[in-house]
């Protein structure tokens, strides 16, 4: 598993389930073999698998009530939060004009939501695309953070702090950085810290906790072997400064 | 002086299961990062009340109707602020959770040298002991007698051992990233490079050797198939043929055994279905073993299948075959028990003998190995970083025989396998982390 969400407003998970080309959402405190209480899956869905990758990365907007889902070819599906069994996604974002390559955002893609600012952050192919939150269609981005410059990288899950507008993504050499939603361009980020050269790990995995004023990380090895040989940790950074 | 947030941290498993590591376990991690010389760094967090809000065990887990996102910030939206240069931060990390024992995900045994070959799947090793190694109650950690770990061997996200019986050759099958099985000297130790290494299909998880055919046996998760390739085969080489389509009810493929007596191929599968090429198409169906003739190719079916809930499959993992009885031995990983099966058992029906209990040790069961000229049955147990080897014939509540541990006594493992995302609980104030 590659990606997946907590809501924390309706206290429910959310995660792919790939190989099944399906979209799982769990009570928050789901504990052993607990069945899904909804599941997105079937022909309507558009929802695919392997082996282009998609399905394998799933983002939720709790306070605009929809999942959204990078899929292929080239496409973020979005489905209501409340979808349950084989729903056709409300709105779908592909072609030409969006910027997604093909043969596409293979699920390698990643989405997060600013409900605040009112946009939507697609971290792909080491770029960061901005839309409006409710693009639809071939729309074009209205704004595209990439570039030698911004250091922009690509990583499983990223996240927007939307009371700030600031995006917390990946950059290139394992640090992770901060930009605006506001930047354009190849433009650096406001404040970054330097993961891999203070740790020896490379974060695949991102998520906030504004309450502690920290920025969490999952790290999963990424193709190099730790400086200590530990594949698998969680790092915890206090991170202020953002918040 | 600094109080740290109480937490707690919860483990996803890959699909739709989900595991609570509860907060006393990761104290004990903790406590012992704290407290003794190690490889992990655990950094205090920066005495400042900005940085960190101790949080109260007691504090209330709820959800309200006002409860909402932007509460959750509880502060006001500011717009993104003017560019300027970029702060470099060098801080430390305020926490780091890991673990930093070995935790094993397949075994194999060596009768010719006496050996035990354990595959790590979190430091990226293979781990060599002695067949007879013992770490008894209040001993310490079993030393391993060799260790292949580091850069050049390409050890990495490893999913199963095999030792050659013949010449002893240790065969590494990779399951992400790097699509190898990688093929060492019987003899290899610490950065050593592979002699052979042979690039299979994405997603490989398992492997079997038939001698007298001079083939290998690949299992592969998605799309599942089974590939059969010469033995010594190295570089892109292709398979001699290939197990896969719709009519052999491969789904989601994890663990195989061959029976070269018996001429059988059996496969367990998780039940997670779809066409590739085919949007939509996903389902899921129930866990199973389907069983084919050795030499099957194609989109063949099977000769019969082992599926319904008397089973007791539940992510099922390695399997291995007694040639000797041709009784089939299953690790059931979520069944936490070693489950075992008569050669010709088909439909839904029982294990004919089951190791479950709390004696047995077991812990997350996921590699297995029916050692036929000792008699034994070894497992491998992701949840507390040990190998547990059990009489063949053990059936019910059994204590294993000996135990390899690669930790402190008691110790539960974090489980971490592959720890590629996260995601943050603000109401119960835990980490959740799929694998």
């Given at each position: 598993?590659?990606?997946?969400?907590?809501?924390?407003?309706?206290?429910?998970?959310?995660?792919?389930?790939?190989?099944?080309?399906?979209?799982?959402?769990?009570?928050?405190?789901?504990?052993?073999?607990?069945?899904?209480?909804?599941?997105?899956?079937?022909?309507?869905?558009?929802?695919?698998?392997?082996?282009?990758?998609?399905?394998?990365?799933?983002?939720?907007?709790?306070?605009?009530?929809?999942?959204?889902?990078?899929?292929?070819?080239?496409?973020?599906?979005?489905?209501?939060?409340?979808?349950?069994?084989?729903?056709?996604?409300?709105?779908?974002?592909?072609?030409?004009?969006?910027?997604?390559?093909?043969?596409?955002?293979?699920?390698?893609?990643?989405?997060?939501?600013?409900?605040?600012?009112?946009?939507?952050?697609?971290?792909?192919?080491?770029?960061?695309?901005?839309?409006?939150?409710?693009?639809?269609?071939?729309?074009?981005?209205?704004?595209?953070?990439?570039?030698?410059?911004?250091?922009?990288?690509?990583?499983?899950?990223?996240?927007?702090?939307?009371?700030?507008?600031?995006?917390?993504?990946?950059?290139?050499?394992?640090?992770?950085?901060?930009?605006?939603?506001?930047?354009?361009?190849?433009?650096?980020?406001?404040?970054?810290?330097?993961?891999?050269?203070?740790?020896?790990?490379?974060?695949?995995?991102?998520?906030?906790?504004?309450?502690?004023?920290?920025?969490?990380?999952?790290?999963?090895?990424?193709?190099?072997?730790?400086?200590?040989?530990?594949?698998?940790?969680?790092?915890?950074?206090?991170?202020?400064?953002?918040? | 002086?600094?109080?740290?947030?109480k937490r707690n941290f919860?483990?996803?498993?890959?699909?739709?299961?989900?595991?609570l590591l509860g907060s006393s376990a990761v104290e004990r991690l903790w406590e012992r990062?704290?407290?003794?010389?190690?490889?992990?760094?655990?950094?205090?967090?920066?005495?400042?009340?900005?940085?960190?809000?101790?949080?109260?065990e007691?504090?209330?887990?709820?959800?309200?109707?006002?409860?909402?996102?932007?509460?959750?910030?509880?502060?006001?939206?500011?717009?993104?602020?003017?560019?300027?240069?970029?702060?470099?931060?060098?801080?430390?990390?305020?926490?780091?959770?890991?673990?930093?024992?070995?935790?094993?995900?397949?075994?194999?045994?060596?009768?010719?040298?006496?050996?035990?070959?354990?595959?790590?799947?979190?430091?990226?090793?293979?781990?060599?002991?002695?067949?007879?190694?013992?770490?008894?109650?209040?001993?310490?950690?079993?030393?391993?007698?060799?260790?292949?770990?580091?850069?050049?061997?390409?050890?990495?996200?490893?999913?199963?051992?095999?030792?050659?019986?013949?010449?002893?050759?240790?065969?590494?099958?990779?399951?992400?990233?790097?699509?190898?099985?990688?093929?060492?000297?019987?003899?290899?130790?610490?950065?050593?490079?592979?002699?052979?290494?042979?690039?299979?299909?994405?997603?490989?998880?398992?492997?079997?050797?038939?001698?007298?055919?001079?083939?290998?046996?690949?299992?592969?998760?998605?799309?599942?198939?089974?590939?059969?390739?010469?033995?010594?085969?190295?570089?892109?080489?292709?398979?001699?043929?290939?197990?896969?389509?719709?009519?052999?009810?491969?789904?989601?493929?994890?663990?195989?055994?061959?029976?070269?007596?018996?001429?059988?191929?059996?496969?367990?599968?998780?039940?997670?279905?779809?066409?590739?090429?085919?949007?939509?198409?996903?389902?899921?169906?129930?866990?199973?073993?389907?069983?084919?003739?050795?030499?099957?190719?194609?989109?063949?079916?099977?000769?019969?299948?082992?599926?319904?809930?008397?089973?007791?499959?539940?992510?099922?993992?390695?399997?291995?075959?007694?040639?000797?009885?041709?009784?089939?031995?299953?690790?059931?990983?979520?069944?936490?028990?070693?489950?075992?099966?008569?050669?010709?058992?088909?439909?839904?029906?029982?294990?004919?003998?089951?190791?479950?209990?709390?004696?047995?040790?077991?812990?997350?069961?996921?590699?297995?190995?029916?050692?036929?000229?000792?008699?034994?049955?070894?497992?491998?147990?992701?949840?507390?970083?040990?190998?547990?080897?059990?009489?063949?014939?053990?059936?019910?509540?059994?204590?294993?025989?000996?135990?390899?541990?690669?930790?402190?006594?008691g110790k539960q493992?974090?489980?971490?396998?592959?720890?590629?995302?996260?995601?943050?609980?603000?109401?119960?104030?835990?980490?959740?982390?799929?694998?």
């Amino acid at each position: 598993m590659h990606g997946f969400a907590f809501d924390n407003m309706h206290n429910e998970i959310v995660v792919t389930s790939p190989l099944a080309q399906a979209v799982l959402t769990f009570n928050g405190d789901a504990h052993g073999e607990e069945p899904p209480i909804r599941v997105i899956q079937g022909p309507h869905t558009q929802i695919d698998g392997p082996p282009n990758l998609g399905n394998d990365r799933v983002s939720i907007d709790p306070a605009n009530d929809e999942i959204y889902v990078p899929a292929v070819p080239s496409s973020v599906l979005v489905f209501d939060r409340m979808a349950n069994g084989d729903v056709a996604p409300k709105r779908v974002l592909h072609g030409p004009n969006t910027g997604f390559d093909e043969p596409g955002i293979r699920g390698m893609a990643t989405v997060a939501i600013d409900p605040v600012h009112n946009v939507l952050v697609v971290n792909h192919r080491n770029s960061l695309l901005i839309f409006d939150r409710t693009a639809s269609g071939n729309a074009k981005p209205l704004r595209v953070i990439t570039g030698p410059k911004s250091g922009v990288a690509s990583i499983s899950s990223f996240q927007v702090y939307a009371p700030k507008g600031w995006i917390v993504s990946a950059m290139q050499g394992g640090s992770i950085g901060v930009w605006s939603v506001n930047d354009n361009g190849d433009v650096p980020p406001r404040w970054k810290i330097p993961v891999n050269q203070l740790t020896g790990y490379t974060a695949s995995g991102i998520d906030l906790d504004p309450a502690h004023k920290e920025m969490l990380l999952s790290c999963a090895g990424q193709r190099s072997r730790p400086r200590d040989g530990i594949a698998n940790a969680v790092l915890t950074f206090s991170w202020p400064e953002i918040f | 002086m600094v109080t740290r947030p109480k937490r707690n941290f919860v483990i996803a498993g890959v699909g739709a299961a989900v595991f609570l590591l509860g907060s006393s376990a990761v104290e004990r991690l903790w406590e012992r990062f704290q407290g003794s010389a190690r490889l992990v760094s655990v950094e205090e967090v920066p005495d400042s009340a900005e940085c960190i809000r101790p949080v109260s065990e007691d504090a209330p887990v709820s959800v309200s109707s006002t409860h909402n996102l932007f509460s959750d910030f509880g502060e006001p939206s500011v717009e993104a602020q003017e560019s300027g240069p970029t702060v470099n931060f060098d801080r430390p990390p305020a926490r780091i959770l890991r673990d930093t024992a070995p935790i094993y995900s397949s075994v194999a045994v060596d009768d010719k040298r006496n050996e035990v070959f354990l595959q790590d799947n979190n430091l990226w090793s293979i781990r060599v002991f002695s067949r007879l190694d013992n770490a008894k109650p209040g001993t310490p950690p079993t030393e391993a007698r060799r260790v292949i770990v580091g850069n050049n061997t390409e050890v990495q996200f490893n999913s199963c051992v095999y030792i050659d019986p013949f010449n002893g050759d240790v065969y590494s099958v990779e399951n992400d990233i790097g699509d190898v099985i990688v093929t060492f000297q019987h003899d290899a130790t610490g950065d050593a490079k592979p002699i052979r290494k042979l690039h299979v299909t994405h997603r490989a998880y398992a492997m079997a050797m038939d001698e007298q055919n001079q083939e290998f046996f690949v299992s592969v998760q998605h799309p599942p198939q089974v590939a059969v390739y010469r033995r010594g085969a190295e570089g892109d080489e292709k398979p001699k043929r290939l197990l896969i389509g719709e009519k052999t009810q491969l789904s989601d493929s994890h663990g195989m055994a061959i029976d070269t007596r018996r001429k059988l191929l059996f496969v367990d599968n998780w039940g997670n279905i779809a066409d590739d090429n085919v949007p939509g198409s996903g389902r899921f169906g129930p866990p199973s073993i389907t069983v084919y003739r050795l030499e099957a190719n194609g989109d063949e079916a099977p000769l019969r299948i082992i599926q319904g809930p008397k089973t007791g499959l539940d992510w099922p993992g390695a399997m291995s075959v007694d040639v000797d009885t041709g009784d089939l031995y299953v690790a059931n990983d979520m069944g936490q028990d070693l489950i075992v099966f008569h050669s010709g058992d088909e439909g839904d029906v029982a294990p004919a003998r089951t190791i479950k209990g709390p004696h047995t040790g077991l812990s997350y069961p996921v590699g297995i190995f029916a050692d036929t000229q000792n008699k034994e049955v070894w497992a491998t147990n992701i949840g507390n970083s040990t190998a547990t080897v059990y009489p063949l014939m053990a059936n019910g509540d059994v204590a294993p025989l000996r135990i390899i541990r690669s930790a402190e006594e008691g110790k539960q493992s974090l489980r971490f396998g592959k720890t590629q995302a996260l995601a943050y609980d603000a109401i119960r104030e835990q980490i959740l982390v799929p694998n």
